[in-house]
């Protein structure tokens, strides 16, 4: 019986070192496989205690570019000598200084020095030049790559010069050996290779051949983990939008969409924003240079509504500026304006402005979800009804209203969602749009209105901290975060607190 | 919205009930708690309800919606005999003025600073920043009547409040801590109002500081309090500043306020009357109310109200400065009857949804870029020159929006095009792994339109022209659209390696290898490609 614990790899590393190879390099060639492959499988043996790896280390020559140049056309004490010897045996020092100015003082002295040559006057004269061990070290380091077999003791000398005149370089190399312990020997020998012969890839020749047949499949750990990967996606932030819109879309409603540059006159004066109200200020509305021309039929009836209302003057011109939509409510009433038969139904979810510095729960622009109905019959209760059903469909269980105040709503409310962890959490602003919006727009039926901050509802869901993260998002982030949204996680209740990121 | 500080101590006395009861049931008035500290409660009221910006204003609504209070609380108003003259001068100026006489006040610290925290509430809120109205409160032993408001000339000079020197109004403008907040009032004009007793004693140069002379201080046993503004509603200020005294106990007098010729007797603490049809309840909240229990809710809010002939004569506070028809009184019926008491119903008017066109194939285009491979990223639409244009290495071009009162150098106007937000969220990245393949589908504005498009780009060691070719190819292919292909001369990518993309004969984008500048200048260093479309008539 084969060892269940063996794989054919490590049998093979086993089978090579029982024939007496150690280096990983030589089992490899050996045994066919890759010299990774080996070692992998040779960590795994060792595991097992069939194996002990030895990490060595060992001096490693190599030869330097001079030194591998000289290998093949031999030192300059050589060359000198060879042309001396070619030319009789006795040649003027200037003829060699002529021929060799490269090397002439390294060549004559080591020709001094290993007593190749001797120097009569202004002639240098050839004696006996037996071939050196520094020439047969070169020679060898050469032609083979592996330093290791070179008798360091024998050749100290000769290394040592060949050091000293830089052609030669030592480096300390490490390298491992694997050898078998008693167990390992026994394994290795009572194991039948072709007992291990399993197919670990199925390649298309398998297939088609029908290789596998009455052969074994390597056996993989399913435990073990692969790389990480990651599907691209949508948005986290986008897929609650669309979720809402889904929601939304279930519940009858058409949805609109429209500029983000209104006039003042229809993002304040329509919605009854008395001209002097704080939000309207250059401190919290962005505005642009340009105005706009406003919708003549209705102005005077505006102007009448703001005088009754709110006393003092109206100003045609203050009508005029052009903002950044600081709600998209501004187009629920154009929406209306043009349709004032009943019923309407509709709702917009997009970006709207506020001039704020960017911090962890404030933005200059944020999205919001706004809906309205009209409809004969319609009342409070109803509005109710709605936002119950609403929240219940984006998984919020519990569910309570509170008084609210919008300008241009009455009654006005603020629903709560409670929130494990966090209590009573305000998600939106809702209400009945005064008679002074309705009116002047000849809009005889009561019209329900809400607006949710999409943004608060997001960090709500992906558990966030710092609002910035939806805009600004971190790759890895976009990357590792799941598809499916778990419930509302926990968030500290400070910056829910302070994230005053919409009114209806 | 204002946040008012309630001090426990001042509150359970004031009410008669333990603390938690009130934190519980104060939200159901309309108000958000902000804060629950050891020795106070810190809550957000709404601007509409001004009598609120007190303990004194909360002690009172809170004992009527918990019933231990109902009804009206009728102000008992003495005549007294002193007059106020308003010279004409000061008419152009600062034309209203409200006043009245308090007597045998019981001062303490803690209530003379819950009045001054309601008077600067009033200032910020109502009053406009003291423009629409300002309130001074005096110490009338200091003073003798009768009073004067008039308009004098800048070089004027009195003690002001904090000050042991005179100064004259001008000086005051322009040294006092209050002058230099709130001078510019007065920029356009040449003489300032003042409110002076009998023998010329500066009371008050409204709306910016009072004199020293008639500081109240814990000894204070009767006051003079002045409003003055620009609108009318400094008669309700003035009533919501005496109902909150009131509360501690105290004696009103009137004053008689000389203007224009007319007798004006101030304050006026009357309850107006409205009159609405028992239906018009029902019909609006959606409830069946009884007779009887629309006069408890109007009772816990405050109101006084009695039923003849089917309709609810009701008795509006003197305090109350946002009832200006049924619809207010008929919301605080439903607080008073209490909103979770209200049986909530799904409306039944029947309609089809539907969604919007762009949406629709927005939902198509990002199918395509997720299948692609593409994360989706959302980003401002607010930007700046240097990132849509030079870092671009683009023309500036007609047509984009610029804010007149950014709030950063980094959101000056609006996007006319989605890529360098892309290429900036590169570079947010640019330590995380490649390849980074991003898209996003959104608004941008261009000669005040607003616009959809969509933008995509991928960085990696081997991205190149065909890659960002066969994404194009992909793209279209999937949404059934067929679009000619012409060279570009957007200098945001590499000449000969980019192209213009035309459909039914218009330009309707652009794509292409990123310019190795463009990658330089957002401080990214590996080919980048791109591509961007606006989707407005792609018909599909």
Redesign the interface.
Known sequence: MPNQDLTFNEVKVLKSLLSGKTKPDDIAKDSNMKVETVIQSAFFLEKKGLVVIEEHTEEKYCLTEEGLDYATSGLPERKIFDFIQSNGGKVPLSLLKEKFPEFIDIGIGWLKRKKWAKLDDEYVIALDAPLGDDERLLKELSDKKDSCLIDKEEHKDSLNQLKRRNLLTVREDSYIVIKLTDLGKKVAKDAKIEDYDEITKITPQIIRNKEWIGRKFRRYDIDIPSKEVYPAKKHPYKRIIDEIREISLQMGFVEIRGEIIQSSFWNFDALFQPQDHPARDMQDTFYLNSESKLPKEYVDRIRDMHIKGWGGSWDEKLARKNVLRTHTTSLSIKYLADHPDPPVKAFCIGRVYRRESIDPTHLPEFEQLEGVIMDKDLSFKHLLGYLNQFYRALGFEKIRFRPGYFPYTEPSVEPEIYVEGLGWIEIGGAGIFRQEVTEPFGIKYPVLAWGIGVSRLAMLMLGLNDIRELYRSDIDWLRKKPICIAKPRFLQRRFLNACCIFTL | MPVVSLPYEDLERLVGVPRELIIEKI????A?I?RIEEDRLDVEF????PDLYSVEGVARAIKGFLSIEEGAKYYRLYDSDVELNVDDKVIPIRPYIAVAIVKDVLFTESSIKSIMNLQEHLHKGLG?NRK?LAIGLHDLSKVSPPFTYTAVSPSFSFIPLDFDEEMSMQEVLSRHPKGIKYGSIFENFSLYPVILDSNDNVLSFPPIINAELTRVSEDTKNLFIDVTGT???VFKALNIVLSAIYERGCNLYSVCIKREGKNIKSPDMSYKEININIEEFR?????DFTESTIIKSLKRLRYDAEIKDKMVHVKIPPYRTDI??S??V??DA??GYG??N??????I????????D??ILS?KL?DV??????????????TNRDKEFSLMRREEIPGY????????TE?TM?RGSLLPNLME?LS??KH??LP???FEIG?I?LD???LQNLAFVSMHSNAEFAEIRSYLDALFREIGIDVDLKESNDPAFLNGRRGDIFYKNKKIGVFGEFHPEVIWNFQLDHPTIGMEININNLTI
């Open positions: 939200p159901f008035l309309g958000d902000e709404f601007p509409n309800r406009r629409k609108d009318p509603i019909s609006l909240i959606g409830v200006l028809h619809r207010d008929i919301e439903a607080i909103y979770d209200i049986k909530s119903e799904f409306p008017t029947f309609s089809i949804g539907k969604s919007d762009i949406e939902r990002s870029m997720v299948g692609l491979g593409f994360f989706e990223v959302m980003t401002f639409t607010l929006i610029v804010l007149k009162n950014p709030i950063s959101h609006l969220f947010y990245n995380r792994e980074q393949k991003i608004d504005v005040e339109k607003t």
